[in-house]
């Protein structure tokens, strides 16, 4: 045992040794192992604002979104993607951080932000069209913050790509197809990552679903997202939200609506996972909307009666109603939450009050 822990210690001498006299050459010392590496092992996050989004997302109930990194929320319109992008923007500005909104849809108002927690006078928007615009004021930002050396989280957000047009496409008007666009894009995200890798700097973009003409013939996916391939290469998360039954409240009047948020694309856990959560149409979406459902889901919480009583699986003593045990959480949501970071898969499908049946996938 001890002749193999001392051939470990050699062969860890030898191959810094190696990286040692490689970086001599290059005179960077970009070479360095995993471990040392921040881009690699220490990745910051933001949270969504929801605790069941943020476990979809990365297995913790408290982080979500990566900085560093290039985040795409896509599906179709009126799905609550642009809801979802402020909330992430209202945790930014929880962390005392900047906050960047390129609005292309003029779709955003103040009255609806302030509801979600997002304070106006400090965010900073653009009334940017064209995506050279876009990106350009995007890099240059992203630029100044890195000059000034801010230790603040920036996120930014661009609602939406699919609507922002090309130099090209204004110039050129209806005659001509417009090629550019996908090459703008795909050109932006790549200068966007190159710069915001090792930096505290979140970049979102938004973008629609829309139904594929030829998928029938050519057996492709029913939907697909504008912009060519590069929006969906360069994201290291794809957020794919779906809207589902509208909530009525005694009079029949609409208060809100389900909606599935899905993990269609991550590099940073599994990939696929779903959250099930309400959105009220007069306060967005709740921090423990679907935390009930995920608590079953993931096995923490067990049903220990047909009468409707609940117990943490760790302490089937003590029962609790479903209300009584999200308020249980409210009082603590670390120490309750914490133990949902050492649960890696869904045992079981969500409770039927949110199910998926009742997500539109047309």
Known sequence: MVKHKDKEQNNDKEIESFISGINTSFKDNDFSVALEKDFISKVEWISSGNFAINYACTGSPFKAIPFGRIVSLVGDSGSGKSLLA??????TQKLGGLCVLFDVERGNFISQMEKIGIDPSKLIVSGAKMLEDIFEKAIFFVKSYQAKKLSVPLTIVIDSVSQAS???????????????????IRKGLRMISSLISDNKVCFIIINHLTVNIGAAQNHGPFKVTAGGTAVEFWPSQVIEVNKG?????????????NIRVKIAKSRFFIPFIKAFVQVMFDSGIDPYSGLFNLLVATGLVRKVSSAGWYAFEDDLEKKYRESELIDLVKTDPVKYLSRLEKIKTITSKPLEDVSEEEVDEK
């Open 86 to 91: 402020n909330h992430i923007l209202a945790e």
């Open 166 to 184: 090309s130099r090209t496409e204004m110039e050129e008007g209806f005659d001509k197809s417009d090629m550019k666009r996908a090459q703008v």
């Open 245 to 257: 039954k509208v909530l009525l409240n005694e009079m029949e009047m609409p208060m809100g609506m």
